[in-house]
């Protein structure tokens, strides 16, 4: 670590920046289900899961060394790439934690990382395989995997245990769906605090600072634990209270069948070799059990918004990525400049957000005024919502002013194989 | 292009058996459970019911705990 340049300094910083933002992007997909259907206590439940998000990042450094083993040289990577990339993934991070819409971390990294690349080293090498088998497909399978098996699970649930009642039933889901929640916080641990040590490795690599093909270094691992943690506890609340109440009622029953399939289908997912984002299957799952009750009821406009960022995320950040990559290119004043952008559009988003505050106090509370529109839960309606065009929201409003590109995914980008 | 069918097969299939499973066994101890806790109220005991619902508690505790170690290795 003896040559640490400024540039290196601020691609570390920004990495951690954008752990922050996962760690409080994806809280929601492990504690949302258990906050609302009051298993745990709010503030419980984000410790709990920030604990676990810790302790995964310290189990094993497999997906790091995927990212930034054997990747350098190919591609000649220069830092203020890396920190174009971040700069997309962590703004898509703000902008859809503000209209409080689930979205995958994983995808926003990639886009960014994608549209930096092409930024840097122009079109060259476009695979559309890769976006199609390792970002489009697994987004649209794993709602629908881990959908079926929540919603089948949660009609089991319901026949079973239509005689059990009393404190032991009540215990019983509380107990299965801590444990279930539990689960999907460690695995997210392991692997998205991995995905940022990864990426400071692949940094320090390219910069030189660390010989190639290096483990990432203890600090790192440290840093990129705690950034998580320090995220996943502070909690998107916005994110919670969509996942939670937004997108359907949750009773204990349903809460616990989701959390067992989103965890499920996260570990089934990346061990059989078809990796599935968290967020999307955690939204997935929560539907289905929605589906799952009878009378219970899906509002697809809320559905609707979030598959409308989901579809956005890896294109605005390849975007964002890629306009930053260019004013980076311009010399260090414009990475200065990029470095300043970043600093005050989160602030300004943070801003905004205090306009109308969500936090442990209110996040289940069942007046959603604001992030969503009241909602009557009939059939009609929602039968209509599912047809009709989605309300205008910020998204939409982004997807106006942000013409989409065609996206084109560098095989080399570094997470196309771990990271979806 | 090549996608991996096979591999997204299993995956379903893989998540769908094994979460209804676990489900099903937690649900079914949970009604154990309370069965037990009726038979207690009215002055009875259901050892068999208490036994089925620790066998199925068991079960379910063995997956989990497969499934940390899958995360671990």
């Given at each position: 670590m003896e040559s640490f340049s400024l540039i290196l300094a601020i691609v570390v910083v920004t990495a951690l920046a954008f752990d922050f933002t996962n760690g409080f992007h994806d809280t929601a997909n492990a504690m949302a289900t258990t906050i609302s259907t009051g298993a745990l206590k709010p503030k419980v439940a984000v410790a709990m899961s920030a604990v676990l998000n810790l302790v995964g990042a310290f189990l094993s450094v497999e997906v790091a060394n995927t990212i930034s083993k054997g990747l350098v040289d190919e591609t000649g990577i220069r830092p203020e790439v890396i920190f174009a990339a971040l700069v997309g993934a962590i703004l898509w991070n703000l902008l859809t934690w503000l209209v409080g819409l689930p979205s995958s971390s994983s995808h926003a990294l990639l886009g960014g990382l994608i549209g930096a690349a092409v930024a840097s080293?122009?079109?060259?090498?476009?695979n559309g395989d890769v976006l199609v088998t390792k970002v489009l497909l697994p987004a649209v399978a794993a709602p629908i995997v881990a959908g079926v098996a929540a919603m089948l699970a949660s009609r089991l649930t319901y026949t079973l245990g239509r005689k059990a009642d009393g404190k032991a039933a009540a215990k019983g889901y509380r107990a299965g769906q801590i444990a279930s929640a539990g689960l999907v916080s460690l695995a997210h641990g392991t692997n998205d605090a991995q995905k940022t040590m990864g990426i400071i490795t692949l940094a320090l690599i390219a910069g030189g600072s660390l010989a190639p093909?290096?483990?990432?270094p203890v600090w790192v691992i440290l840093s990129a634990g705690l950034a998580i943690a320090l995220g996943t506890y502070l909690g998107g609340w916005r994110i919670i209270r969509t996942m939670g109440k937004g997108l359907t009622d949750l009773q204990p029953q349903q809460g616990f069948a989701a959390q067992t399939s989103a965890a499920t289908v996260i570990l089934a997912s990346s061990h059989l070799g078809f990796s599935l984002s968290t967020t999307h299957s955690v939204s997935g799952a929560v539907m289905g059990a929605g589906l799952g009750r009878k009378g219970g009821v899906v509002r697809w406009s809320t559905a609707t918004r979030m598959f409308v960022a989901w579809g956005l995320t890896l294109p605005a950040a390849a975007v964002v990525a890629a306009l930053a990559e260019w004013i980076c290119r311009l010399g260090d004043w414009g990475t200065a400049l990029v470095a300043v952008i970043l600093i005050a559009s989160s602030f300004a988003i943070w801003r905004i957000s205090r306009r109308e505050v969500v936090d442990h106090t209110n996040?289940?509370?069942?007046?959603?005024a604001g992030a969503q529109e009241p909602e009557p839960a009939g059939v009609v309606t929602t039968a209509m919502a599912a047809v009709s065009?989605?309300?205008?929201?910020v998204t939409e409003d982004l997807a106006a002013t942000l013409p989409a590109p065609a996206a084109t995914p560098d095989p080399k980008a570094p997470s196309a194989a771990t990271t979806v | 292009m090549s996608i991996d069918w096979a591999a997204l097969g299993s995956v379903f299939g893989v998540s769908l058996v094994v979460t209804v499973t676990l489900v099903g066994l937690f649900t079914l101890g949970i009604v154990g459970l309370s069965r037990q806790e009726r038979a207690t109220a009215e002055g009875g005991s259901a050892t068999l019911a208490v036994t089925g619902a620790y066998a199925c508690f068991a079960a379910c505790t063995a997956a989990v705990a497969y499934g940390i170690y899958l995360i671990v290795a």
């Open positions: 080293a122009g079109i060259g090498a476009v093909d290096s483990d990432p996040v289940v509370d069942d007046d959603t065009p989605p309300p205008a929201g | -």
